[in-house]
């Protein structure tokens, strides 16, 4: 079957940097995806990769290993408006997105 | 309109009731999309339109039927209504299904089915 793990849930204080941790197993791969969610909204577009490496976008970084089916996403310099969900997204050889569950971020003062 | 909206914001609804929730983009993009999400799991595709008058069935497609009579609108709906599927559901939509195209979402629908 397919999957995608994600942490449940990480906590860290603002102004210091935090990676969140993705690894799957699909059907094939046609590249990655991180969304950010917050409470009661819908999820917007951060990040995508489909080549190995990092992607750096402002405070915002995703990395990517296909070797390893493993992603993680890197935020720096926290804010209390980061406190949000991150979902890692697969798409698979059918041109689906497969979603893991989410990493909920607690940023404390 | 600016992007995807969907109606009602919630609902709650008696068993054995038909309901369709409505989805309406104005990117005129051609792929559009149907998710559950539930506590403690990934969003699961339902329902999926490559382009207006197809669709395709994701992974949770029991229960549910979609149309796409035009590029902008995709209802779903609940022929009969079950308590399972109480969830937060949300439409989306993208250019294509291909390359680096981004999903954009709709605000979701939060439905009880009681």
């Known amino acids: 079957g397919q999957n995608i793990d994600q942490p449940t849930e990480m906590t860290a204080t603002e102004g210091a940097i935090v990676q969140i941790n993705c690894t799957y197993q699909t059907s094939g791969f046609n590249g990655l995806f991180w969304y950010q969610q917050h409470a009661g909204e819908a999820p917007t577009f951060l990040s995508y990769?489909?080549l190995d490496g990092l992607e750096e976008k402002g405070r915002f970084s995703s990395f990517l290993s296909r070797s390893k089916g493993y992603s993680y996403l890197l935020l720096k310099e926290l804010q209390m408006k980061d406190s949000a969900s991150y979902l890692c997204?697969?798409?698979?050889?059918?041109?689906?997105?497969?979603w893991g569950a989410g990493t909920k971020l607690i940023i404390k003062p | 309109i600016a992007g995807i909206t969907q109606a009602p914001t919630s609902q709650i609804l008696a068993a054995g009731r038909r309901m369709t929730l409505r989805c309406t983009q104005d990117m005129r993009h051609n792929a559009m999309y149907w998710y559950r999400q539930d506590l403690g799991l990934g969003l699961r595709l339902i329902h999926y339109?490559?382009?207006?008058?197809?669709?395709g069935k994701g992974e949770v497609p029991d229960g549910y039927s979609v149309s796409r009579a035009n590029t902008d609108d995709f209802p779903l709906t609940l022929a009969s209504a079950v308590p399972s599927q109480t969830s937060v559901y949300f439409c989306a939509s993208s250019y294509t299904r291909q390359g680096a195209d981004t999903q954009y979402f709709g605000p979701g629908t939060r439905l009880t089915v009681l």
């Open positions: 990769n489909v």
């Open positions: 997204a697969v798409r698979d050889s059918n041109y689906q997105l497969i």
């Open positions: 339109s490559n382009t207006a008058g197809t669709t």
